[in-house]
């Protein structure tokens, strides 16, 4: 929207030149008009940022025919946002180093040698960075997911994350870009804008709320405005940032601004005027010389331009007086985004290596835009769904052939190859896929073909052959592409397999039970060889009973007589043979020794010796089930930043290769979706470690590593397993890089993954309740010495006593604390004589004898077997007859004679006993 106010000046200089009456006039209607006209910008639509209700209503009608990119993108949409609906609101308060204030340390700095551009510091401090994109790309997702469903509890948790950052005084941040290197914000809080503007018109925000927030972000977008930015990309995330506020506020101030600056931007970014190099942005180039800075300038010069399309500003049309243009940066810069490896040729080495993140989103705009085939080659060659991972999401959804969406169809032409299949060497028994890339405004088809003839099913743009064969040499793949306008055919790919020399090893061995033991091979091997039982042999004494290939074809469950407890055992393998053309047959005698030991089962009560908790609180020993279980028992806390369980207990040892199997429940009804649990291993410290999270959700069910505080996805589980609130058996096997990850025994995902070695294992939460139960752990440990517990446990404190006979004393006391290895007993003293060991902070001494005294101490024992100091002694007489008895003046604990008559005449004694207390100190005194 254009800003009349700024033109009221030069109305009122006109007005000078006409006489009084006409000037009078035509001033009051100017005054008029700069009223309405501001009214108007104040009442203007919503949505209307990045997308507008009559382009959300067109996407709708696409995603009910089932049309794609559409509805596959919808999905993702929809998933992310549901995923959302559980998480915690974050704040700068929760990480921020002063109060409100947003807090970053500058991400390439604090080297030994300086800054080092691209190498971000693992020191650097940056929780307010992370709490910023976790922010922005909730509150977009649940606006999207708004705007598309009409749901109200996407509106109402996106409104929940705004109060938290914007508006309770308490949490939010101070609206001010002038934090340290601010970019940060200028590429976070546009998402969050975008989220906002995509729920305005929901009828359940309340009006204070909302006012509230419009005042945190006009005071954002003045700062932002008002404060520089230089001319690379920094300068390019600030036009967006304004741009998204003023387009939130209908301020046409801040809008008018970022049109401005984004004018003033765009020729001095870019080098050249019409020759070979135009396009290349300069400021990136003097800078870095890296493509991914160049597509990062150039994401965030197309988003302004998209923000401000809606404000009926052209910007994708625009060039200067030397022709130079968003167009025309595009051109350039594509080809080098479809094949990276080419930038090293043009002479600008990139720093970084290039990825679907590295802002090829932008391309769903440029195309939609301008048409180019050129630019759709460049979403064939990173495939849709297209992500934008600062600021829009998954922009496929919202911005993929906004052309489509007209009235009249787009002429179909028949596809046209991009890339090729290309041909490959491969050994034999591996995997090899085959690839193709098309362009075309419609559906293609696709059809792969081997040596002329047609695959059965091999109907994808990607075709696996599984495994290799040797009498696969040679073969040549090639794809048949068609749709409604023609076909086209690929060149031909040519596999070459090299013939497998190799034997089959041993890899691992695994006893998972005392009636199992996984062998696990090198390679696939042959049904026909690894399920004779016979080829297996287990000493001492122990028979196999049947032999199983798993699908994974090298792991073989061997069904066992029992294993004892603690005993060491070699299972020798002969005759098993691989899947080569030639058949290479183990080495004769290979073997590898095993030990099953019984899990821990919690049996006596206490958590185990060396345990350590986040927070000790949060864990107890409860009886559930008939049996004893570690119940992690609260939800009273959040993730860590960085996607980090929030809660989790380690044990003690690291071990590197090893089977970790536990007995665990969800601690929360099904009903809630993303309740989960999670096994940690390879644990480093709270910044390094993978873990296992076991969720209601299957897309959830993932395998991560978090690193530097930040979590990584490495694998998701084939399909739902989490279904209810039972006990379940879940396991996670590791040998050199591979893992493996089972539940009830069914192998739910497999990859492999070298980053951590040996580290400690840990059971626990994101942010939920939990229980488990019979944990094992088979492999070797290596003992952390700052585990051995050698501090003895603190002494057991006020020691009382009640009578109930004459010849029975009970005893109470305090319980002793040990945070190390925790109490496990405690040992009672009778006139410097052990009598019992027990495990509580009671004892009933019986068979004494009437009218004696009698000497008590109480010692505590903790986990490492460390006795502490014996308590105060407690003197205590037995009485002649069934009245309480009298512990000697002095004794702890025992009842006095003012005690005894307070018991008998109540209050009346209290007050006699001030007044005597009164007088007694009054004689003191006066002496």
Sequence with gaps: MKSYHSQFPVRLKAILHKGIWAGSAQLIFSLIFFVVSAQLAVAASHPNMYINQKEIDAIKNKITANAQPWVGSYSNVISAAKSMLTKSPVSVTFQGKSSRQYFTEKPYCGWPDGCRDGQINPNADRGDYIAAIKLGDAVRDLGLAYAFTGEAQYAEKAIEFIRIWSVNPDTSMKPTTAAGNRIELFITLPGYLYGADLIWNYAGWNVDEKATFRSWVQTLGNQAMSSGAGNNNFANWRVVLIAAAGALLDDSTLLDFAAMEWKRLLPLQMNGEGSATAGIMGQEQGRSKGLHYSLYAINAMIQGAEILRHRNVDLYRYKDNKGRGLELALDFITPYAINPAAWTAAGYPQITTITQDDSMALYELAYSHYKKPLYLDAINRWTRPLDDIRVMGINTLTHANLFDLDSTPLLTVAPRITTQPSSQTIDEGATVTFSVTASDSATLNFQWFRNGSVISGATNARYTVEPVLFSDNGAAYRCNITNSAGSVVSDDAILT????????????????????????????????????????QITPDIAVLSATLTDDGRTVQLQVSDLADGVGYTITVNSIQDRSSTANEIAPGSNISLMYEPGEGFENGIIPIGWSPVVASRWSMVMDEGDNALHLNTTSYSPLTGERPGEIILLPNTYED????????????????????????????????????????????????????????????????????????????????????????????????????????????????????????????????????????????????TLVGISTINLNWNAAEDVESGITSYKIYRDDILQETVDGTSYSDNGLQASTTYRYTIEAV???????????????????????????????????????????????MLVARDRLKDAVLSETISS
């Design 497 to 536: 397999v090299q013939m497998d020399t190799t034997a089959p090893t041993i890899d691992a061995g695994m006893v998972r039970d005392s009636d199992q033991v996984d062998i696990l091979f090198s390679e696939s091997v042959t049904a026909t060889s690894a399920e004779i039982t016979g080829n297996y």
């Design 658 to 801: 090893f089977t970790f199997g536990v007995q665990a429940k969800l601690g929360e009804p099904v009903s809630n979706a993303n309740a989960d649990y999670v096994l940690v291993f390879g644990y480093q410290d709270k910044n390094n470690y993978y873990y296992m999270m076991f969720n209601d959700a299957q897309n959830n069910t993932q395998l991560f590593r978090v690193v530097d505080g930040s979590r990584e996805e490495l694998n998701t589980a084939s399909s739902d397993w989490v279904t209810d609130a039972a006990y379940h058996t879940v396991e996670i096997s590791r040998q050199g890089n591979w893992i493996e990850v089972r539940f009830d025994n069914a192998v739910i995902l497999q990859t492999t993954d070298s980053t951590f070695g040996a580290g400690q294992l840990g059971l626990g939460s994101y942010n939920d309740s939990a229980y488990f139960d019979n944990v094992r752990v088979v492999g070797t440990a290596n003992v952390i010495p700052s585990m051995v517990d050698g501090t003895p446990p603190s002494i057991p404190i006020n020691v009382t006593t």
């Design 862 to 908: 903790n986990g490492a077997d460390l006795e502490g100091l014996k308590s105060a002694e407690l003197i205590v007489s037995t009485d002649s007859n069934d009245t309480p008895p009298v512990a000697d003046r002095g004794g702890a604990g025992a009842m006095g004679w003012f005690d005894m008559l307070l018991a008998l005449f109540g209050v009346s």
